[in-house]
């Protein structure tokens, strides 16, 4: 059984949820609707906003995207999503996260002991191992979990922790 691949071109916004679509999309269009299906890979190089929540996602290539929600899928190692304003990726086994524009990340259960975000002001990033947290613009964090000591957020205003070790480089 090979692999299924749909390809959506030229289309501003793609609404496929609840389609039950499986394997890879690739797409060029702006917009990408596809919650609750089966896709494995997402292929979207012109994407400003990734709405794929519930599916079997093991790889998103957008790199231009600005709003990205994967939550509940099969993600793994390293998430890397360099301009979005703000990201949702819940329940995944994500191990790494960068997000160097993002100002919103939502990434509670997990396995992230990496997370990168230098202009993040709000991060909810509960149930995961964290190891190293990096967020000088963090005003608003919420953790638990946390194996080693290591917050970098020098702006922050709350944090709400649970059953952790902190300090504040």
């Not at 919650?35 to 093991?58: C, E, P, R, W």
């Not at 993002?102 to 990434?107: E, G, H, L």
């Given at each position: 059984?090979?692999?299924?691949?749909?390809?959506?071109?030229?289309?501003?916004?793609?609404?496929?949820?609840?389609?039950?679509?499986?394997?890879?999309?690739?797409?060029?269009?702006?917009?990408?609707?596809?919650?609750?299906?089966?896709?494995?890979?997402?292929?979207?190089?012109?994407?400003?906003?990734?709405?794929?929540?519930?599916?079997?996602?093991?790889?998103?290539?957008?790199?231009?995207?600005?709003v990205v929600n994967v939550d509940n899928n099969q993600l793994t190692e390293l998430l890397y999503f360099n301009r979005a304003k703000e990201i949702s990726c819940s329940f995944n086994s994500i191990k790494k996260l960068y997000a160097e524009s993002?100002?919103?990340?939502?990434?509670s259960s997990n396995n992230i002991v990496f997370l990168f975000a230098p202009l993040v002001t709000y991060l909810v990033a509960k149930n995961n191992p964290l190891e190293h947290l990096t967020t000088p613009e963090a005003l608003t964090i919420y953790i638990d979990q946390m194996n080693r000591n290591n917050i970098y957020a020098p702006k922050l205003i709350d944090l709400y922790v649970s059953a952790n070790d902190y300090n504040f480089a």
């Open positions: 059984m090979g692999t299924h691949r749909l390809d959506v071109d030229n289309s501003g916004v793609l609404r496929i949820p609840f389609m039950n679509y499986q394997g890879e999309l690739h797409t060029n269009c702006l917009y990408i609707h596809c919650q609750f299906n089966q896709f494995t890979k997402i292929v979207a190089y012109d994407a400003l906003g990734v709405f794929a929540s519930d599916n079997q996602l093991t790889d998103v290539i957008a790199p231009f995207a600005e993002a100002q919103r990340i939502v990434a």
